[in-house]
């Protein structure tokens, strides 16, 4: 059976592990204690049911969060089928931090992409606007070529 120390359990949740310790002392959480340097430790099960029955969606920053949760959890053995129950050891190896660090990459290269996409946007209306004063510009040269046409022509019919 897997384990989680409250540190870990804090990391997951993003809380500070006073909020995981009050979860445990509120029993919303159940942990064992052991004495030595395992200390305080709480099983998968308990976890999973924790997360099944009282995390809400506000505390679940977004989807791909809550899966890569359960994948870490499905790691432990808990959770077998399904694609999470696939995911979980290459999860499990990756490591929390290195996931969440690679999700704010992830998100920064997306928040990046639509920027320059914004930009360039801007700048192919920059451009239209520029074509459309253009064309302005050349529609009122054309109108004056006209009428100077007009005016020699009636000249010619003098003549």
Do not use: C, F
């Not at 290269?109 to 209306?125: A, C, D, F, P, V």
């Not at 064309?135 to 004056?144: C, G, P, Q």
Request: charged fraction near 35%; hydrophobic fraction near 40%; avoid cysteine.
């Amino acid at each position: 059976m897997k384990y989680y120390s409250v540190q870990h359990i804090a990391d997951l949740y993003d809380v500070s592990n006073e909020t995981v310790r009050r979860w445990i002392r509120d029993k919303k959480l159940i942990a064992e204690s052991k004495r030595g340097r395992t200390g305080i430790r709480v099983s998968n099960e308990s976890l999973i049911e924790y997360n099944n029955k009282y995390a809400k969606d506000s505390d679940k920053k977004d989807s791909v969060e809550k899966s890569a949760m359960m994948a870490l959890l499905a790691a432990g053995g808990v959770i077998a089928a399904g694609p999470l129950g696939l995911l979980g050891g290459a999860l499990a190896a990756m490591g929390l931090s290195e996931l969440k660090k690679k999700m704010k990459d992830s998100k920064l290269k997306n928040i990046e992409k639509k920027l320059m996409l914004e930009k360039k946007k801007l700048r192919l209306l920059e451009l239209i606007v520029s074509i459309e004063h253009q064309i302005d510009d050349l529609r009122t040269k054309s109108e004056e070529i006209n009428s100077e046409i007009k005016n020699l022509e009636e000249l010619g019919k003098d003549l």
